[in-house]
């Protein structure tokens, strides 16, 4: 059954820091607290819409659930709670800081049905947390996943690829860090410069370079990959395109594109494929086969990844859509066929 999200958006209310590069509201598009009556509604609009069944998860996202005062969060959390025991919904989650959970916090969103906490990471390097002002380390990831895990929470990491004092050896020792944690599943949002955040400002003053759109594809493919060969399901990169990140007197600079997510399984997927290919004789002719929804993937976002390898390799190539399980790239040259398995670290093998 296909799973759709109730997103319930918090502000920065509650949250008693302010992250270089936050402006919340910019983020998620709205301003203020919504009512429980607003949950409520908001809860009856979608599921009412909805022509299919579906598997609906209410989630509290935008800004530090945890950090808003308990009354607040209880308000909250009521009505969707009511929808969950109604049967109208099927799941509540929830975003929040790392160092916004304990014992009690998570008896309370235990209570109320509560099932999946995503943390806002960011980075596993205190320097990086530091400069961005986050107000936690990476101790505080550790020790609220630990916390998560032992009270049953599916744990998801939402990581920042891009923050100032961040290079490659951090971007690595984050992954890694990361890897050995082991959440459930993990968002990367390469950091754009919004307009309003202590970003923008030191990004003016020449203080701060952000990433170009290729460095957080770049960076972005890395983590993903490690995370995805680590068996961590990775469900996001960049940002979800708004009406606001869309509008470039708010998105000033960085690594920001609606394209993202796809930019960053063409770069996975092709590097491998493209890698692959190259090591293969020049004759016979190869076909490339994979699954529909692969479709982009395999050749590249616009094309891109068919046209190098039409320009760059010696074999004649043939693509087409095959029953292949997705994340699966089937090559056929001659009478050998190899599978690819694009999300494990095993290599092509011949099958
Ligand atoms: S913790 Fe979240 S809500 Fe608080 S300032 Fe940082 S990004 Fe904004």
Not at 116 to 124: F, H, K
């Amino acid at each position: 059954m296909q799973t759709s999200i109730i997103p319930i958006f918090i502000p920065h209310i509650g949250c008693p820091h302010r992250c270089v590069f936050c402006n919340q509201w910019q983020i998620t598009g709205h301003q203020g607290l919504p009512s429980p009556d607003e949950v409520r509604r908001l809860i009856a609009s979608y599921t009412a819409s909805a022509r299919t069944p579906r598997y609906w998860e209410a989630a509290f996202y935008g800004g530090s659930f945890t950090a808003m005062p308990g009354e607040v969060q209880e308000g909250l959390l009521q009505p969707a709670y009511e929808a969950l025991e109604a049967g109208t919904i099927d799941a509540i989650r929830c975003s929040t800081r790392p160092d916004c959970i304990t014992p009690e916090i998570l008896q309370r969103l235990q209570q109320y049905g509560m099932t999946c906490v995503e943390l806002g990471v960011q980075s596993m390097d205190d320097t990086v947390l530091e400069q961005a002002r986050r107000g936690h380390t990476a101790g505080d990831v550790v020790a609220a996943t630990a916390l998560l895990r032992q009270y049953g929470f599916t744990v998801g990491h939402q990581l920042m690829p891009g923050l100032p004092g961040e290079d490659w050896p951090s971007l690595v020792r984050t992954t890694a860090a990361i890897c050995r944690l082991q959440p459930d599943l993990a968002r990367i949002y390469p950091v754009a410069v919004l307009a309003g955040t202590d970003l923008a400002a030191s990004w003016r003053a020449g203080r701060y370079q952000p990433l170009t759109i290729h460095e957080g594809v770049v960076r972005a493919a890395y983590m993903k990959q490690h995370f995805l060969e680590q068996g961590i399901n990775c469900i996001r990169t960049g940002l979800q395109a708004t009406e606001n990140l869309d509008d470039d007197t708010q998105v000033l600079a960085g690594a920001y594109t609606p394209a993202m997510g796809e930019l960053v399984d063409t770069r996975r997927y092709g590097r491998q494929l493209l890698s692959f290919l190259r090591s293969l004789p020049d004759e016979p002719a190869i076909t490339i086969g994979y699954n529909r929804r692969d479709t982009s993937r395999v050749r590249g976002y616009r094309n891109v990844t068919v046209k190098t390898a039409c320009w760059s390799l010696p074999q004649h190539l043939t693509w087409h859509q095959d029953e292949v399980p997705l994340g699966h790239i089937r090559v056929c040259q001659g009478r050998t066929v190899y599978d690819l398995d694009v999300n494990s670290k095993t290599g092509p093998t011949m099958i």
